[in-house]
């Protein structure tokens, strides 16, 4: 069976926002705004936002303070993901990471392919685990994060999905330190 196993309870993640850019406040985080709406009609829960510049050292700090916090499933970060010089995101995303998904980005940059063509080429979008929590790096696009929220995480984030998620995993993901 692939899709929603409408048999099994629904679980909602704690999920917090983070938004990277030298130009977006609160009053115009249109990526910002997309994701909250998205997970929040979802089901889940709106842990934490925040809004951070395009730096390394700050963003790998919002990603620490979130992958301590017990209340934080899953950081959802929009922007940095391109090729400037000030696209740094998944370099400090690759810096707290525990463990890399790579086909993340790989299913992400695929399904960006249908609708914009080459251009995906340009998207570094990136995930991985950090002390049990779920990490993942989307473009700054309104687009981009339709995309990947609609197509990808809405089915990894629900336990119900079939035939696996990340979701249900999610328990096991510290196993490795109750040695």
Sequence with gaps: MTGIDEAKPFRPLRIAVLTVSDTRGPDD???GDTLVERLEGAGHELAARAIVTDDAAHIADAYRR??????????????????????????????VAEKLIAGFGELFRMLSYQTIGTSALQSRATAGVARGTYLFALPGSTGAVRDAWDQILVFQLDARHRPCNFAELLPRLREHESG
């Design 29 to 31: 985080d249109r990526s």
């Design 66 to 95: 979130w992958i301590d916090d017990p209340a934080v499933d899953v950081v959802i970060s929009t922007g940095g993901t391109g090729v400037t010089g000030r696209d740094v995101t998944p370099e400090a995303l690759e810096g």
